[in-house]
Structures are given as structure tokens and as C-alpha cells.
């Protein structure tokens, strides 16, 4: 049922948002030097590799690292790229991951390649065998804002009572977050 609504609603949002996301595309390049897309290698189900796309927000010369983790990350963001963010349209791209099954609409968020401890904290708890996805329990209970433990409490609380009217909900509750713009420090 997860994987039946998880590819008719990214059909749904893509066939939408197709206009909206190519004038974004046609802003990104006109506004900064580079591809439109940034593809970033992230942690899938199992462990696994995949490359996610999002709307790139940053310049090409910014170092591989969680946006957190960079010395004044503020010089690396690109014109459009802090409103991308604070909207969450970078993410409309991994719609098609969604799509081809790399990730769901709700999972927890797919790590960085280079983010050991989260990886490490998430096989632990057997997370890792939950698919990734764009939103999450974590997410709408602070996002960018949460430490890794606290973050991963709530993901195996996801875990636990993950459903069907769970991620309706969780849904419903990452529009508002981001209607809100709440939890988003970059």
C-alpha cells in the first residue's frame, strides 16, 4: 500500500509542479554558474548508495560536507538558494527518487555517504532497513534543529508505528512545518 501511494502521488506532484519547477531550473541557472540539479550521495535502504536530487542551492565550489558542519555555510549559498531552502522546493527533484523506489514520501532522511555516526546510530536500531524519505517523524519534530540521538529516538518511534494514516499525518504536518518555515537553521 506504502509503495502504491507513494508512486501515484509523486505522479500527482510531478505532473503538477512540473511548470513551477522549471522556472525554478531557469532561475538556478540564470542566477549562479553551475547545473541545476545537485546530486548528492546519500544513504539508501540496506546501507545502499544512491544518488538523491535536489535543486542546487549551494555554489559548485562548496566542500562535500552537511550545510551545518561548513564554516560560515551563509558564503557558499547561492542567490535563489536560500529561499529554495527555506521553502523546500530544492526538494521537489527527489520526487522522481520516490518514484523509481530509492526513497518515500516518509522514512527517515537519507544520510550523508560521510555522516558515520548517524549511519552508525541508525543500523544499530535496525533503521536502515526503512526505505529513506523526503519527510519524516524527525522532521516535523525539529528538523535541522535535533541531535542525532534525539533524532533517531524519534525515528524509531516512526519505526514502531509507522502507517499508512501515520504518514498522512506526518505528511500533513511537514506541509504546515514548512508553511511555518520552522525548524530550518541554513
Not at 547545473?35 to 559548485?60: A, E, V
Not at 557558499?76 to 518514484?99: A, C, M, N
Amino acid at each position: 500500500m506504502k509503495r502504491l501511494f507513494d508512486v501515484l502521488f509523486s505522479l500527482i506532484l510531478i505532473t503538477t509542479l512540473f511548470i513551477p519547477a522549471l522556472l525554478l531550473a531557469l532561475l538556478i541557472k540564470s542566477t549562479s554558474p553551475g547545473p541545476i540539479l545537485y546530486w548528492s550521495q546519500r544513504i539508501s535502504q540496506n546501507n545502499g548508495l544512491f544518488l538523491m536530487p535536489k535543486f542546487r542551492t549551494m555554489r559548485t565550489d562548496t566542500p562535500e560536507l552537511a550545510t551545518h558542519l561548513l564554516i560560515n555555510s551563509e558564503h557558499y549559498i547561492t542567490p535563489i538558494g536560500r529561499f529554495l531552502r527555506k521553502t523546500s522546493l530544492d526538494e521537489i527533484p527527489q520526487l522522481w527518487s520516490v518514484l523509481i523506489g530509492q526513497m518515500s514520501f516518509v522514512g527517515p532522511r537519507p544520510a550523508l555517504h560521510n555522516q558515520e555516526d548517524l549511519i552508525a546510530l541508525r543500523t544499530a536500531n535496525n533503521l536502515h532497513l526503512l526505505k529513506p524519505g523526503i519527510t519524516g517523524w524527525a522532521q516535523v519534530n525539529g528538523r535541522d534543529e535535533l541531535a542525532i540521538p534525539e533524532k533517531v529516538k524519534f525515528e524509531i518511534e516512526y519505526a514502531r508505528k509507522q502507517s499508512v494514516l501515520f504518514d498522512l499525518y506526518i505528511i500533513l504536518q511537514t506541509i504546515w512545518a514548512v508553511f511555518k518555515r520552522e525548524g530550518i537553521t541554513h
